[in-house]
T-cell receptor
Framework: ETGVTQSPTHLIKTRGQQVTLRCSSQ?????VSWYQQALGQGPQFIFQ???????GRGNFPPRFSGLQFPNYSSELNVNALELDDSALYLC?????????????FGPGTRLTVL | GEDVEQSLFLSVREGDSSVINCTYT??????LYWYKQEPGAGLQLLTY?????DMKQDQRLTVLLNKKDKHLSLRIADTQTGDSAIYFC?????????FGAGTTVTVRA
């Protein structure tokens, strides 16, 4: 069984640029959720994708967008990067969006915006 | 809305028990979770409890839930140096996990 993988591991961008982060879900999982974890804080929910459709969204502006592909892998895109976007971005996969919703996390992508 | 609060730090001697506390506000939460994050790593799901249960035990881990007070705790028996990490409690509603700020557990020899 393959776990959740994310790429790249680290990324440095400048303010105003755009970034794409990638996530491969655990085998057998059809749902991917993205979270932003600022330094010293708990993860904050960005959005969830279930069978290629956005299933729910947290309090993030539209410049945060995503995609899910037929193989259930996913991308997170952030446009017009701001300094406050510097964070660890985590994706988590699960089987469906119902309960008990065990979400399994990848190692994250550390994004630094200069 | 949902809001999850945790104490920020806990120091414990190796071999003792650790107790990490958490309070939440959303009474409709059906499941509550505990995650562990080691430095530079993602989150590892440790255990979860259904809201109609009072207690769940899983090897060295014991979860206690007081639904009336919206209080959740995680007890780690026989704490080891490998248990040093940040522990997050979380509730799941409306497609999202809502996390506390995390409790940093330091295990001293």
């Amino acid at each position: 069984e393959t776990g959740v993988t994310q790429s790249p591991t680290h990324l440095i961008k400048t303010r105003g640029q755009q970034v794409t982060l990638r996530c491969s879900s655990q085998s057998g999982h059809n749902t991917v959720s993205w979270y932003q974890q600022a330094l010293g804080q708990g993860p904050q929910f960005i959005f969830q994708y279930y069978r290629e459709e956005e299933n729910g969204r947290g309090n993030f502006p539209p410049r945060f967008s995503g995609l899910q592909f037929p193989n259930y892998s996913s991308e997170l895109n952030v446009n017009a990067l701001e300094l406050d976007d510097s964070a660890l971005y985590l994706c988590a996969s699960s089987l469906g969006s119902g309960y008990p919703n065990e979400q399994f996390f990848g190692p994250g992508t550390r994004l630094t915006v200069l | 809305g949902e809001d999850v609060e945790q104490s920020l730090f806990l120091s414990v001697r190796e071999g003792d028990s650790s107790v990490i506390n958490c309070t939440y506000t959303d009474s409709s939460s059906t499941y509550l979770y505990w995650y562990k994050q080691e430095p530079g790593a993602g989150l590892q799901l440790l255990t979860y409890i259904f809201s109609n249960m009072d207690m769940k035990q899983d090897q060295r881990l014991t979860v206690l839930l007081n639904k009336k007070d919206k209080h959740l705790s995680l007890r780690i028996a026989d704490t080891q140096t490998g248990d040093s990490a940040i522990y997050f409690c979380a509730e799941y509603n409306d497609y999202k996990l809502s996390f506390g700020a995390g409790t940093t557990v330091t295990v001293r020899a």
